[in-house]
Every structure is written in C-alpha cells, then in structure tokens.
C-alpha cells in the first residue's frame, strides 16, 4: 500500500497525516476483491430502482457520518469494525488516488455496496517519495493541457461507470507540502484557479457529468496568510466546499473549523463537508469529539464529515475514534443522537 507522509507545522506544532493510496495493493486475496464488486461492474441495483444521479446526492436531506482508513475501499473487516464501534454505517468513504493511477470502477463500487458514497481524493502527483515539488505536475502545465490524455481518459471513465462520485481535487492547496500549492513546483498565483478549471472544462467536454466537485482547502490556522478566495475557482465550478482541520490543542470543534468557515463565507454560500478530521490523543480528545457532533446540530450549512480512522503507524497521532473506550463511547453516542443520512441501498 502507498501511503503519503506530509509533514504539516501548525502553528508550532507538528502533525503527520497519513494518507492511503486506498484502492492499490489492498492486502486482501483476490476472492476477497471479487466477492465485493468486478472490476468493470457498477453496483447492482434492484429491478425497480433506476441508476441515481448527482442531483439525488447534491443537497442530502441531513449530514453524513465519513471515514476514511487504511485500504479503503476494500477492507471490508475494517469497514464493518468501524460499523461497529461508532454504532451507524459511514455514508461517505474517502480513498486516494494520484495523477499515475486511472479510475477504478472497482473501488467505486466498493463504496456503494457497503453503503457509501464514494468520495475520490484525486492528487496530481507521483505520490509522496517524489516530494513537495514535482515540476512534472505544475500547475501551468495542468492548465495548458499537457496532462489531457490522462485527464480525459480519467473523465472517460467516470462517464461510463454513471453512478455519481465525490471528487476532491488538489485538496489543501493552500497549504505548503503538496506539489500543487502556489509556492511549490515553480507555480505561481493564479495558476491553481486555471488549472482547477481546466479540468473540470475537461470532465464536462468528455460529459462526465456525475461528478460532485469538492473544493477542499486546510483550515487557516497553518497558513493564516494565504488569500482562500484567491485559490477559489468559483460557484460555477465547485458544488461542496470541503476543509480540511484536525484538533490538536483545541476543546472545541468551533476552534478548528470557525475561523476557515467566517473566510469562507465571505466569498461563497456553496455547503461545507469536513473531508478530513480527527482529534489528537490527550485530555481534550473526549471532551473534542463530544463537541464536534454539538457544534454539526448548529451549522445546517455544514454537509457532515469524514473521520480519518488512521492509527499512529506512520504518523505522529492515532486518530482513530476507536482508539480509547472513552473517546469511543463519546463517538457512539455522537452519532446516535445526530439525524445522518442513511446509508445508500443500491
């Protein structure tokens, strides 16, 4: 499995994320694979259902609970034990896919046979071991087309599977440690916003029109300099706004993610969905996660979130949910008393 070590300073504090490459090299036998989905098969539906569309998921009629974890989309061990301690079937799951690997139906499909909806983290680079700065992955060359036969042979496959996903493109570009910030990779300001639409203009020229676009800055905190509005591509190019904020000091969920969300609102109206979070072990782990589901039931315009259930292997922090009886049972009883969306019944 290829993960991504990004070495993030927040502030005078240090916090590694893990990030999977998901649906490659899954340490699952191949039955296992195949007893999921085929590789070219979308999900199954029954005989009186037709195929949804992206308007069926645009403007859910509550909040989602996500995850994303080690080997998603395939582990389905893992998915039922993370079922299981938070009590409610994740409605979203989040995996990682970067600019050497195509679109997999299979992974896709995985999601929605275990009841979520796929959200794909599409990175434009070689992946970690290649570093910050990947000038083969500039953005200007992004924009200017050198990058079309793989984009649209991505698109293309995004058409033909029909069922809609969630796509988070370049997510954290205001942030300094991937190759598509503005300050990396010889890119220059205003050059993120080209080169976001570009690719949309590419997925709507090839009619891929199944796709959920996720425009997924950092919360502020790291980089409280850097313009949001300046690196935003525009409502008619993004249909959720996501952030991205862990809690590392903090007693509230208010902490993290107020300041990034007063930024936001002075440019766009567009819903928020929280693509990554989690809550650094320590005494205010219990006291965090108990407040995030509080602080959703005030924010109607906050779509839900997606929990990155990463253990410490590879990162500073354990994020996981599950990794004390505490901080479990504040999280169980966090989404038993919230009104979530159900899972998707293919």
């Known amino acids: 499995m290829a993960n991504a070590i990004v070495l993030v300073t927040l502030s005078g504090w240090v916090l590694n994320l893990a990030v999977s490459g998901g649906a490659q090299n899954p340490r699952l036998s191949a039955g296992e694979i195949a007893a999921i989905a085929t590789p070219s098969a979308s999900p199954s539906l029954s005989a009186d259902k037709a195929i949804p569309t992206k308007a069926d998921f645009v403007k859910p009629a509550g909040q989602h609970f996500g995850v994303s974890y080690p080997e998603a989309p395939f582990n389905k061990r893992d998915f039922a034990t993370i079922t299981r301690n938070a009590g409610a079937v994740p409605t979203l799951l989040e995996y990682f896919i970067k600019w050497t690997e195509d679109f997999r139906p299979v992974a896709a499909t995985a999601c929605y046979n275990q009841g979520a909806l796929p959200v794909v983290a599409w990175e434009p680079w070689a992946g970690v071991d290649e570093g910050a700065d990947q000038p083969k992955y500039a ?192 999280f169980r009883d966090g989404v038993a008393t919230s009104d979530f969306v159900p899972p998707v019944r293919p």
């Open 139 to 330: 953005l200007a060359k992004i924009a200017g087309g050198a990058h079309d036969a793989y984009i649209k042979r991505f698109a293309t496959g995004v058409k033909a599977y029909k069922w809609p996903i969630v796509l988070r493109f370049a997510h954290e570009m205001n942030g300094a440690w991937f190759p598509w910030s503005e300050r990396n990779s010889g890119n220059r300001p205003g050059e993120y916003v080209r080169a976001w639409q570009h690719v949309y203009k590419v997925f709507q020229q090839v009619g891929a029109t199944n796709v959920i676009w996720v425009w997924s800055p950092n919360i502020i905190r790291p980089a409280p300099s850097v313009s949001l509005k300046g690196l935003y591509p525009g409502d008619a190019y993004v249909d959720w706004v996501g952030m991205v904020g862990y809690a590392v000091r903090e007693k509230t969920a208010g902490a993290v993610f107020d300041p990034t969300l007063t930024k936001l609102r002075a440019f766009t109206k567009r819903p928020v969905l929280i693509t990554e979070t989690g809550a650094q072990p320590g005494p205010n782990q219990v006291m965090w996660t108990t407040d995030l589901f509080r602080w959703l039931k005030t924010r109607p315009d906050v779509l839900g979130f997606i929990w990155f259930e990463y253990n410490k292997a590879g990162q500073t922090q354990d994020w996981r949910f599950s990794r004390s009886p505490k901080t479990k049972a504040a």
